[in-house]
């Protein structure tokens, strides 16, 4: 062991936006800073009230960038999104072309997958049932491996 610790930066552009669900899941608010995503779309799912991305050229996502992420909060991060997602490198659209991490919907051709999620009315409409199914996923996550 070295002794190095490698820290992650990941593009987040749904529920992860919200300080609430990152500290349900972190215990911590990390660093962020606004970021766009070009040549992807952030798409609402049929049945479901957070989004996804696929690639789509001439379109761009807006969301943040959480800065310092540790391996094990980047495994709970994983864990959270679930196999629906696939973890890939990103980057910005800023000068800077910031190298990230984000996670992308899995199936491309979802016939789910339809127009454009909006952060502001998932805030309005779905974000206190979200912040209590994240609350108990977390404490799930928590618990000794023998009590699940």
Do not use: C
């Amino acid at each position: 062991m070295s002794g190095t610790v490698t820290m992650h930066s990941v593009f987040v552009y749904g529920s992860l936006m919200a300080d609430d669900v990152v500290r349900l899941l972190l215990n911590r608010i990390p660093q962020t800073a606004s970021a766009t995503l070009p040549d992807f779309h952030r798409f609402s799912i049929k049945g479901r009230v957070y989004p996804a991305i696929i690639p789509a050229k001439s379109d761009k996502v807006s969301g943040k960038v959480l800065f310092g992420i540790t391996d094990d909060e980047l495994n709970v991060l994983d864990e959270f999104e679930d196999v629906e997602y696939e973890r890939e490198n990103v980057q910005d659209s800023s000068d800077e072309k910031l190298q990230t991490k984000t996670y992308v919907w899995a199936k491309k051709d979802d016939p789910d997958l339809y127009g454009t999620w909006d952060f502001e009315e998932w805030k309005q409409l779905h974000m206190e049932g979200f912040l209590k199914m994240t609350k108990e996923f977390a404490e799930e996550l928590n618990l000794p491996k023998s009590e699940i």
